[in-house]
């Protein structure tokens, strides 16, 4: 009997990150957890095979690009993911929330809501990265147990941080409005975070996720399942991982036996 052709697996999350080396820490972090990711370096080609993949990462260097050109750049990565089936869009920047007044989080953010997220849907913001030592309590963020703006960041050359308030810092980059998920909702759960969801739609575009341990983004990442577009620190790669998170639920995606076959491969190997 000849063997049947088998369809090949569309990947189900592609990452736009705002620079090399926290696309290098996302792919890293998915692989090592068991996942098979390709990472590409800018949009990739339409001609690369990317498929039998699970994630494409797309590395990009518009952190502290005019905000015209990161759009255009990030709008861009997003149009080839989608083209090739990715289910779920996961915009990486700086778990310092690295950015100006002008930008770029809040217009490369706009951009992606107005092409792939529903109206009255929610995008989570997620810069908490407890790991490395990056924590959002009340919205603000923290380096350590030093607010944002009384860190290093403070003296950034480019990105000079002088506030920790991430709804502030958010909101002076966009005119979608900007709410919050407090400590009191993702400490109760997945059901309490998908009920702030719902409350907040109705008045904002955006939600910044209090995120002080693993368990948070734990919740986080099953709180975010069918979310088109999702935006965050690496911790956010994270919470797709961890128990309780919605690793466990794309299980079912991964082709049967494959799981040891996981692995990483720049995208030149794969033309």
């Known amino acids: 009997m000849p063997n049947t052709p088998t369809k090949a697996l569309a990947p189900w999350l592609g990452v736009i990150a705002d620079d090399y080396t926290g696309a290098s820490d996302v792919a890293g972090t998915l692989v090592n957890a068991g996942m098979r990711v390709v990472q590409t370096f800018g949009v990739p080609d339409p001609a690369m095979q990317l498929h039998d993949v699970d994630c494409i990462v797309v590395s990009l260097k518009t952190r502290s690009l005019p905000a015209a050109e990161a759009v255009d750049q990030s709008r861009a990565a997003a149009h080839a993911l989608s083209s090739r089936g990715v289910r779920q869009l996961y915009f990486k920047y700086c778990s310092t929330f690295d950015s100006t007044s002008e930008g770029n989080i809040g217009p490369v953010a706009d951009a992606l809501r107005s092409e792939f997220v529903p109206d009255g849907q929610i995008t989570v913001v997620a810069p908490g990265t407890p790991a490395l030592g990056r924590t959002v309590y009340n919205g603000v963020l923290f380096a350590g147990t030093?607010?944002?703006?009384?860190?290093?960041?403070?003296?950034?050359?480019?990105?000079?941080?002088?506030?920790?308030?991430?709804?502030?810092?958010?909101?002076?980059?966009?005119?979608?409005?900007?709410?919050?998920?407090?400590?009191?909702?993702?400490?109760?759960?997945?059901?309490?975070?998908?009920?702030?969801?719902?409350?907040?739609?109705?008045?904002?575009?955006?939600?910044?996720?209090?995120?002080?341990?693993?368990?948070?983004?734990?919740?986080?990442?099953?709180?975010?399942?069918?979310?088109?577009?999702?935006?965050?620190?690496?911790?956010?790669?994270?919470?797709?991982?961890?128990?309780?998170?919605?690793?466990?639920?794309?299980?079912?995606?991964?082709?049967?036996?494959?799981?040891?076959?996981?692995?990483?491969?720049?995208?030149?190997?794969l033309r």
């Open 146 to 269: 030093d607010l944002l703006q009384e860190s290093s960041m403070r003296h950034h050359p480019l990105t000079p941080m002088t506030d920790s308030n991430v709804l502030r810092l958010l909101q002076a980059q966009t005119a979608t409005p900007v709410g919050s998920v407090g400590y009191s909702s993702i400490e109760a759960g997945v059901a309490a975070v998908r009920s702030r969801f719902q409350n907040l739609s109705a008045k904002a575009g955006y939600a910044v996720v209090d995120t002080l341990n693993d368990g948070h983004l734990a919740v986080l990442g099953a709180a975010v399942l069918d979310h088109p577009l999702v935006t965050g620190g690496s911790g956010s790669s994270e919470a797709w991982l961890l128990p309780g998170g919605s690793a466990a639920n794309r299980n079912r995606l991964l082709p049967p036996g494959q799981r040891d076959r996981q692995r990483s491969l720049p995208a030149a190997a």
